[in-house]
C-alpha cells in the first residue's frame, strides 16, 4: 500500500498507540510462531539427506529422493497408510455428527443452569492426555473391567477390545469422539446462539413441529459452520492421533492400528533414523495441505464461507 | 571495520596461528630432543613402568566424562571449587605420575558426551586421549586413521588386575577381541560387569503353603503355575490368583527386561532377538531359526490354559507391578536384583511375602540356558602420533587397580569424591572383572561368616554388609526391615548365593552392534517379527505362520542385514 498523507491522518496519534499495544500483545505469539513453525521448517532439509548429528544440516550428505524411495519399498507402508487414512476419516465423520447431535439436543432443552452444567462436564475429558486417559481405557476394556462385565450380563464371551483386530478401530475412534464431544460441540453451541429466535417463533405459528424445526432452521444454520469445521480438520486427515494410539496399541493390533505418526516414531526416534522420519513427515505435510487447500475451494463452492 | 584494521588483523591472525602451530608441532614429534643421556633414560623409565612417574610435567588434552549429577552436589564440600581440569582425580594422577589434563570439551557421559565426541571427529582434530562410548565410532576412528595401536602399550603395561579382569570374560567374550582390528589392539576397553541369568521368582510363601517343591524344568515350572492359579495359594477362598506374568515384548535385552521370558526360549534352545552362530560357523539371527517353533507352540497351549496372563499384549510394566505388588501374581522371571523392584518390595511390606529366585526353566542339562551381555561399555583411544600413547594405560591402572589399593593420605580425596560424585575420572574407564558383584558378595558373606574382618571390604562392599546386618536385626526382632535394606540384603546375599551356586550356560551372541541397513529397515522387520509372536502366542494365527514370517523377513531385508553382520564379523 502506498502512504498516501490522508489515510495517515486519519489514523490519530492516540489511536496509532492503543494499536501499538495490540501488536505489542500479538508479539509473544508471533514470537513463538517464528520459533517453532518456521524456523523448524528448515529441517525438513534432512528428508533429502543422509543426515548425521554430528555433522549437521549442512554438513551432512545429499541423497535427493532416496529416502522416500526406501519408504515406499517398506512391506507394510501401504498398510500403515489406510490404517491412518481408515482412523483419521471415522474420527473426522464421528467428530462432526456426534457434537452436531449433541448440541441440538442439548440446545432444546430447558433449564439454563443444567445445560450448563451438562456442557461442563461432557467438556471435561478434553483436558486430560492420552497418556492418563489410556490407563482409563485400557482398564475399562480389559477382561475384568466393566465394558466386559456389561457384556457378560448378556452371556457373550468376553472380549480383549485392545488386542482384537476386529474391535481396535472401533475403540481408537470411539474413545476420541468420547474425549473430544464435548470440546468439538462448544463451536455449534455459539452458532445455534445466533439463529434468530423469530424464527423458531414464525415456524411454530406455521405449525412446524419440534422435529420439523429442527430440520429446517437449525440444521440449516449449522451448516455453514459444520462444512467450515470439517474443511479445517480435513488437513488432519494424515493425523490419526500419535498420543492416543501409542498408548493404545500393541503388536497384536499393528495390522489395524498402527498407523504413520507410530511408524514414524520408531524408525525415526527409535532406530534413530532421523533422515527417513522427516521424510515421512514431510509427505504427510504436502498430503495435508493439498486436501485443507481442495476442501476449502469446495467449502467456498458450496457454502460461500471459506478460510481463506 | 575499516579496510586496514581489518588487514592489520588477518595478518596477526595468521601470524598467530602459524606460530601456534610451529610450536605444537615441535612438542608432538620429538619429546627427547635436546635432552641429555641421563634425562633420555629417566623418560624412557617412566614410559616403561605401569605406574612411572614423568620427570616432568605432561600435559595432555582429553575430553571430560561428568556425571549427571550436577556440580551442586559438591556445594559446602571442601571440592566445591574444583574443576573438571583441577579435581581430586586429576590432582591425585598428578601426585602419582606427574601428568596433567587440558580438555578439549567437558559433557555429561550419554547423548550429550558422544555428540561432542562425533564433532571432534568430524572435524578430524580429536584429543590425545578420550572416551568413546560406542562401537561404531571406534570403528570410524580406525578406518580414518586417527588412532593409535596400542598393543605394545598394553602388552608392556597393563597392570594384572585389568589383565585378570578381561581374562575373567573368558576367550570368546574377551572385551579386547572387540577392540582388535587385524591382530592390533586400538583402545582399550572399559568393561561391562556381567549382569548373569534370568531366574525364575517365586513367592516362597505360596510354595510353602501348598506344599509345592521348587521346580527346574519346564514340566514342574508349568505344575507350579497351575497349582498357585487353582489351589488358592493367597488363601483368600476366592479364585483370584494368576500364573506367569510377561512382559509384553515376551523377550529381549536380555537379562534387564524382567518381566520377559526368555529362559522360556533358550531352556528349548532357541535365542531370540540376538545374532547367534549357526553351525556352519555364520552368524544368523535367533528370531528366525527354526527352534522358535517349539516354545511358541509351547506358549501358545500356556496361553490357552491361562498359565501365562491372558492380557499380557496389553500390559504395561506399571500393571505388571500393580498385579505382584496386589498379591494376584506370585511368579515372574527376572534377573538377581529384581528385589529392587517396586512388585517385590511393595509385597515385603504389606503382605509378609517372602521371595524366591529358583533356576527354572533349565535346559537338557539341568542348567538355566543364558545369554552373555556385552563385555565392554566403552573405549580409551589415543590421538596417533601423540608422543606418550603409554600415558592412557598409566591412568587406566591407576583407576583400576593402584587407587583402589592406595590406602594413603593422597587417595582419601578420591575415595571421599567417589561418594560425591560429580567429577569422573579422567579417562573414563574402570576395568573390573565381569563377574564383580558375584566378588562382592563372596567378601561380604566371608565377613558375616566370621571368616573375615569388616575392614578388609571395600567401601562399596561395607554399604551391603551394613544394610544385610540391619536388615537380619530387623527381622531377628520380628519387625519388618527398611524396603531399601531387604532389597540390598535379598539381592545381594541369597540371591547372588544361589547365582554363585547354581551356574548358568552362557551363550555369546556372535553380534551385538547394529550395521548400516539395520538403521533404515530393522523397525519394519521388527514389528512383522512382534506381529507374528504375539498372534501365534495367542492363538489368533497357528503355528505355520511362522515359516511365512520367515520367508517375508529375509524378503523384506533380513538377508541383506545378515549378509552385513558377517560381513561385519568378517573384519
Not at chain 1, 494499536?19 to 508471533?30: A, C, S
Not at chain 2, 544368523?284 to 492380557?311: F, H
Not at chain 2, 560429580?422 to 558373606?445: D, K, R, S
Request: with cysteine; aromatic share 12%; hydrophobic share 40%.
Amino acid at each position: 500500500m502506498t502512504s498516501s498523507p490522508a489515510k495517515h491522518a486519519r489514523i490519530s496519534s492516540g489511536d496509532r498507540k492503543e494499536r501499538m499495544t495490540f501488536h505489542l500483545m500479538l508479539l509473544p505469539g508471533m514470537i513463538m510462531l517464528l520459533i517453532f513453525v518456521f524456523v523448524p521448517l528448515v529441517g525438513s532439509l534432512m528428508a533429502f539427506q543422509d543426515y548425521v548429528p554430528a555433522r549437521g544440516l549442512f554438513g551432512s550428505k545429499w541423497v535427493g529422493l532416496e529416502n522416500f524411495e526406501i519408504i515406499f519399498s517398506f512391506p507394510d507402508s501401504v498398510q500403515v497408510f489406510w490404517n491412518t487414512l481408515i482412523i483419521a476419516f471415522g474420527k473426522l465423520v464421528m467428530n462432526a455428527i456426534i457434537p452436531v447431535v449433541f448440541s441440538i439436543l442439548l440446545n432444546e432443552l430447558g433449564g439454563k443452569y443444567f445445560k450448563r452444567t451438562f456442557q461442563t462436564i461432557v467438556y471435561l475429558p478434553h483436558f486430560l492426555s492420552w497418556v492418563v486417559l489410556a490407563t482409563v481405557v485400557t482398564n475399562m476394556f480389559s477382561l475384568e473391567g466393566p465394558i466386559n462385565a456389561l457384556i457378560g450380563l448378556f452371556g457373550a464371551e468376553p472380549i480383549q477390545f485392545l488386542a482384537s483386530n476386529q474391535w481396535f478401530r472401533t475403540v481408537i475412534i470411539g474413545t476420541d469422539v468420547w474425549k473430544e464431544f464435548g470440546y468439538n460441540s462448544v463451536v455449534y453451541l455459539a452458532a445455534l446462539l445466533a439463529v434468530d429466535p423469530g424464527l423458531y417463533e414464525a415456524a411454530s405459528i406455521d405449525g412446524a413441529s419440534r422435529f420439523k424445526q429442527i430440520l429446517h432452521i437449525t440444521l440449516p444454520a449449522l451448516m455453514p459452520t459444520v462444512v467450515l469445521m470439517t474443511a479445517l480438520n480435513l488437513g488432519n486427515i494424515l493425523n490419526a492421533g500419535f498420543d492416543q494410539v501409542f498408548n493404545l496399541y500393541n503388536p497384536i493390533v499393528y495390522e489395524t492400528g498402527d498407523i504413520i505418526d507410530t511408524y514414524v516414531y520408531r524408525i525415526g526416534m527409535v532406530e534413530g533414523q532421523y533422515s527417513i522420519g522427516t521424510a515421512v513427515g514431510l509427505f504427510k505435510s504436502v498430503i495435508s495441505f493439498i486436501l485443507i487447500l481442495g476442501a476449502n475451494n469446495v467449502a467456498k463452492k458450496t457454502t460461500g464461507s471459506s478460510i481463506f | 571495520m575499516n579496510r586496514k584494521w581489518l588487514k592489520a588483523f588477518t595478518l596477526l591472525a595468521a601470524v598467530t596461528m602459524g606460530v601456534m602451530s610451529v610450536t605444537s608441532c615441535g612438542n608432538a614429534n620429538d619429546p627427547t630432543a635436546g635432552m641429555t643421556e641421563e634425562e633420555k633414560a629417566a623418560w624412557a623409565a617412566a614410559a616403561s613402568d605401569p605406574y612411572g612417574k614423568y620427570p616432568e610435567l605432561v600435559t595432555y588434552t582429553t575430553g571430560y566424562n561428568l556425571t549427571n549429577q550436577g556440580s551442586d552436589v559438591l556445594a559446602g564440600t571442601p571440592y566445591e571449587n574444583d574443576t573438571p581440569e583441577n579435581n581430586a582425580y586429576t590432582r591425585y594422577l598428578k601426585e602419582l605420575l606427574n601428568v596433567q589434563n587440558e580438555n578439549a570439551f567437558e559433557a555429561v557421559s550419554g547423548p550429550d558426551y558422544n555428540q561432542k565426541v562425533s564433532m571432534a571427529i568430524a572435524s578430524g582434530d580429536i584429543p590425545d586421549i578420550m572416551h568413546v562410548a560406542d562401537y561404531e565410532t571406534l570403528v570410524d576412528l580406525v578406518e580414518s586413521d586417527l588412532i593409535a595401536d596400542l598393543t605394545d602399550v598394553y602388552n608392556n603395561l597393563a597392570c594384572d588386575t585389568v589383565k585378570a579382569a578381561y581374562e575373567s570374560y573368558g576367550e570368546e567374550n574377551n572385551p579386547l577381541n572387540t577392540v582388535t582390528f587385524d591382530g592390533k589392539i586400538m583402545a582399550i576397553p572399559k568393561t561391562q560387569l556381567s549382569d548373569g541369568q534370568d531366574f525364575l521368582w517365586l513367592r516362597k510363601d505360596w510354595l510353602d503353603k501348598l506344599g509345592l517343591e521348587e521346580p527346574s524344568t519346564l514340566e514342574e515350572m508349568e505344575a507350579v503355575l497351575k497349582a498357585f492359579i487353582e489351589q488358592d495359594p493367597d488363601g483368600n477362598g476366592q479364585n483370584d490368583t494368576m500364573g506367569l506374568v510377561v512382559h509384553s515384548d515376551v523377550y529381549g535385552d536380555y537379562p534387564n527386561n524382567t518381566f520377559a521370558i526368555d529362559n522360556v526360549f533358550t531352556a528349548l534352545g532357541a535365542y531370540p532377538n540376538i545374532w547367534i552362530t549357526a553351525e556352519d560357523g555364520s552368524a544368523v539371527y535367533g528370531s528366525v531359526q527354526e527352534e522358535m517353533k517349539q516354545p511358541l507352540e509351547l506358549l501358545s497351549r500356556w496361553y490357552q490354559d491361562g498359565i501365562i496372563d491372558k492380557e499380557f499384549a496389553t500390559r504395561t510394566n506399571d500393571d505388571i507391578v500393580g498385579l505382584i505388588s496386589t498379591g494376584k501374581c506370585g511368579a515372574f522371571i527376572g534377573p538377581w536384583w529384581a528385589p529392587f523392584n517396586q512388585a517385590q518390595t511393595s509385597t515385603y511390606g504389606s503382605d509378609d511375602a517372602e521371595w524366591v529366585n529358583v533356576s527354572a526353566p533349565v535346559g537338557e542339562d539341568g542348567k538355566i540356558n543364558a545369554i552373555s551381555t556385552k563385555s565392554y561399555a566403552g573405549f580409551v583411544v589415543v590421538r596417533k602420533d601423540f608422543a606418550y600413547p603409554e600415558l592412557a594405560m598409566k591412568i587406566v591402572n591407576v583407576n583400576s587397580e593402584y587407587s583402589k589399593q592406595d590406602k594413603t593420605e593422597t587417595a582419601a580425596e578420591v575415595k571421599e569424591n567417589q561418594t560425591l560424585a560429580y567429577f569422573n575420572w579422567p579417562l573414563y574407564c574402570e576395568v573390573q572383572p565381569g563377574n564383580n558383584a558375584e566378588i562382592m558378595t563372596q567378601h561380604v558373606l566371608d565377613v558375616m561368616d566370621g571368616k573375615a574382618d569388616a575392614s578388609t571390604l571395600t567401601t562399596e562392599e561395607a554399604g551391603y554388609y551394613e544394610s544385610a546386618v540391619r536388615f537380619l536385626e530387623a527381622e531377628e526382632a520380628g519387625q519388618k526391615a527398611d524396603a531399601a535394606d531387604y532389597s540390598q540384603y535379598t539381592a545381594r546375599i541369597p540371591a547372588m548365593t544361589r547365582m554363585i551356586n547354581e551356574p548358568a550356560n552362557f551363550l555369546v551372541p556372535a553380534f551385538f552392534e547394529t550395521t548400516d541397513s539395520m538403521g533404515s529397515r530393522w523397525a519394519s522387520l521388527e514389528k512383522m517379527e512382534m506381529e507374528t509372536v504375539l498372534k501365534i502366542i495367542t492363538g489368533e494365527q497357528d503355528i505355520s505362520t511362522f515359516d511365512t514370517f520367515v520367508e517375508e523377513w529375509k524378503k523384506a531385508g533380513g538377508d541383506t542385514i545378515t549378509e552385513e553382520v558377517n560381513e561385519v564379523i568378517a573384519k
